[in-house]
Nanobody, 124 residues
């Protein structure tokens, strides 16, 4: 079992930056790829970014490419999502997720463990 706890969300103005963190309860450097997803009110959960277990491979949704950066520190069992140039449409609950295996996935159904989410609100 892997428990994930997100932090770093908040209320910011458009154009601001936030860094989300996802701390894992156990060592994730072995065999766990990680992802970030988000869900806005009335919408389905959507893929944001993902990173392989090594950190060498990443993927981003088109809507955040160039603005968001996913990274991981396996020594700290933590994954980060640096969010720059935030827009009101980025407002959502952000979830981190872990899946067994070296490769990341963009399909939420392929992730086995989920955090409780952290709210990000961007005002215009």
């Amino acid at each position: 079992q892997v428990q994930l706890v997100e932090s770093g969300g908040g209320l910011v103005q458009a154009g601001a930056s936030l860094r989300l963190s996802c701390a894992a309860s156990r060592r994730t450097s072995s065999n766990y790829a990680m992802g970030w997803f988000r869900q806005a009110p009335g919408k389905e959960r959507e893929f944001v970014a993902a990173i392989s277990w090594s950190g060498f491979s990443t993927s981003y949704a088109d809507s955040v490419k160039g603005r968001f950066t996913i990274s991981r520190d396996n020594a700290k069992n933590t994954v980060y999502l640096q969010m720059n140039s935030l827009k009101p449409e980025d407002t959502a609950v952000y979830f981190c997720a872990a899946r067994g295996g070296y490769r990341y996935a963009i399909d939420a159904d392929e992730y086995h463990y989920w955090g409780q989410g952290t709210q990000v609100t961007v005002s215009s």
